[in-house]
T-cell receptor, first 113, second 109 residues
Framework: NAGVTQTPKFQVLKTGQSMTLQCAQD?????MSWYRQDPGMGLRLIHY???????DQGEVPNGYNVSRSTTEDFPLRLLSAAPSQTSVYFC????????????FGPGTRLTVL | GENVEQHPSTLSVQEGDSAVIKCTYS??????FPWYKQELGKRPQLIID?????GEKKDQRIAVTLNKTAKHFSLHITETQPEDSAVYFC????????FGKGTRLSVIA
């Protein structure tokens, strides 16, 4: 099993550009989520999904969109990148809910110039 | 929604001493309290968790205690070693899982 995979590992964008961060898991997990990690701010929840076709907002959803058309994939879209979105992004998955062991992907380091 | 406060933000201990990290949460419906360790440049990984029907849980040198009345829980690491140096995050759930801001633990040899 590959676990949770994220692509790309690194990305540099210019202000206003859009892009999609990919996340996939092969563990048949129902619950998936996206966090951003900034120095001194911990892991802040952007969006999460409790199953295919169901998504909900977390603490910091503005500027990001998600969809969950399959159990395996949970892409995060940046609509119009801003320097404030410079961060490390982690995708995580778990068996059924937030109250299960979260398995994190390796992260994507995004820089917006 | 849930709010998790974590203290201290940084902690330095001598090798062999104990380290304690404390967290408080706001939502009385939370019933799951995990702790994650993140080494430099790596992804967070679960080290121990506790559910609300248990007051204390231990795994070798690591223990977690939970006080539901006061809405706080703590991580205890005994006999610290240099490889314990990392950032530790507490979290609370019901869904979704909400994390504290982290504690950077340095174990000085």
């Amino acid at each position: 099993n590959a676990g949770v995979t994220q692509t790309p590992k690194f990305q540099v964008l210019k202000t206003g550009q859009s892009m999609t961060l990919q996340c996939a898991q092969d563990m048949n997990h129902e619950y998936m989520s996206w966090y951003r990690q900034d120095p001194g701010m911990g892991l802040r929840l952007i969006h999460y999904s409790v199953g295919a076709g169901i998504t909900d907002q977390g603490e910091v959803p503005n500027g990001y969109n998600v969809s969950r058309s399959t159990t395996e994939d949970f892409p995060l879209r940046l609509l119009s990148a801003a320097p404030s979105q410079t961060s490390v992004y982690f995708c995580a998955s778990s068996y059924s809910s937030g109250a299960d062991t979260q398995y994190f992907g390796p992260g994507t380091r995004l820089t917006v110039l | 929604g849930e709010n998790v406060e974590q203290h201290p933000s940084t902690l330095s201990v001598q090798e062999g001493d104990s380290a304690v990290i404390k967290c408080t949460y706001s939502d009385s419906a939370s019933n799951y309290f995990p702790w994650y360790k993140q080494e430099l440049g790596k992804r967070p990984q679960l080290i121990i968790d506790i559910r609300s029907n248990v007051g204390e849980k231990k795994d070798q040198r690591i223990a977690v205690t939970l006080n539901k009345t006061a809405k706080h829980f703590s991580l205890h690491i005994t006999e610290t070693q240099p490889e314990d140096s990392a950032v530790y995050f507490c979290a609370a759930s019901p869904t979704p899982l909400v994390f504290g801001k982290g504690t950077r633990l340095s174990v000085i040899a």
